[in-house]
T-cell receptor, first 115, second 115 residues
Framework: AQSVTQLDSQVPVFEEAPVELRCNYSSSVSVYLFWYVQYPNQGLQLLLKYLSGSTLVESINGFEAEFNKSQTSFHLRKPSVHISDTAEYFCAVKAGGTSYGKLTFGQGTILTVHP | EAQVTQNPRYLITVTGKKLTVTCSQNMNHEYMSWYRQDPGLGLRQIYYSMNVEVTDKGDVPEGYKVSRKEKRNFPLILESPSPNQTSLYFC??????????????FGPGTRLTVL
């Protein structure tokens, strides 16, 4: 079984500051890792994912995450945030190989960007 | 437009009154799943389905039923709702290639209040 821990429930930052949202996972098998974003009153949207290959993955809106197998982490970073990045962010893990598709989610981190 | 739709988006009901939340996808996805989102707990899987007439329990199935008679639809049934089922519900779908890399797409959510 897999589990995910998001280390911060809330992260307040000022606009144009850098941000890191932390995610640690545990699993006895190889995993696929995901970050989803939920804007206020909306559903979840996939932000980025790590399946294999390069351990650094990027999204189209400037976020990036690095898969660190030795530390079992998949932290999300952005060098300069905007007001529009205010949202709740979820880290999720899925067992690799012939998985039936179950995603295990972390508790979520609310990112609030202040002007 | 490729999407997952849910109805209703908002529902207030009373204890014991049977209700159904519908979920439909137009992407010809084999895999569909229901999650509930509660503050501080992230998303937890209720039931999932790998194809028509194939369903199985997730992590929190008690008090819920599902059916998959058609590929595009995956309704969630609460036969006798209770206040502890007050939550935000999400339907999701994905291809099911068996490799585990398939991305899940989420519906907009249904906010249910049981009085």
């Amino acid at each position: 079984a897999q589990s995910v821990t998001q280390l911060d429930s809330q992260v307040p930052v000022f606009e144009e500051a850098p941000v890191e949202l932390r995610c640690n996972y545990s699993s006895s098998v190889s995993v696929y890792l995901f970050w989803y974003v939920q804007y206020p009153n909306q559903g979840l949207q996939l932000l980025l994912k790590y399946l294999s290959g390069s351990t650094l993955v990027e999204s189209i809106n400037g976020f990036e995450a690095e898969f660190n197998k030795s530390q079992t982490s998949f932290h999300l970073r952005k060098p300069s945030v905007h007001i529009s990045d205010t949202a709740e962010y979820f880290c999720a893990v899925k067992a690799g190989g012939t998985s039936y598709g179950k995603l295990t989610f972390g508790q979520g981190t609310i990112l609030t960007v202040h002007p | 437009e490729a999407q997952v739709t849910q109805n209703p988006r908002y529902l207030i009901t009373v204890t014991g009154k049977k209700l159904t939340v519908t979920c439909s996808q137009n992407m010809n996805h084999e895999y569909m799943s229901w999650y509930r989102q509660d503050p501080g707990l992230g998303l937890r899987q209720i039931y999932y389905s790998m194809n028509v007439e194939v369903t199985d329990k997730g992590d929190v199935p008690e008090g819920y039923k599902v059916s998959r008679k058609e590929k595009r639809n995956f309704p969630l049934i609460l036969e006798s709702p209770s206040p502890n089922q007050t939550s935000l519900y999400f339907c999701a779908s994905s291809l099911f290639t068996g490799a585990g890399t398939d991305t899940q797409y989420f519906g907009p959510g249904t906010r249910l209040t049981v009085l």
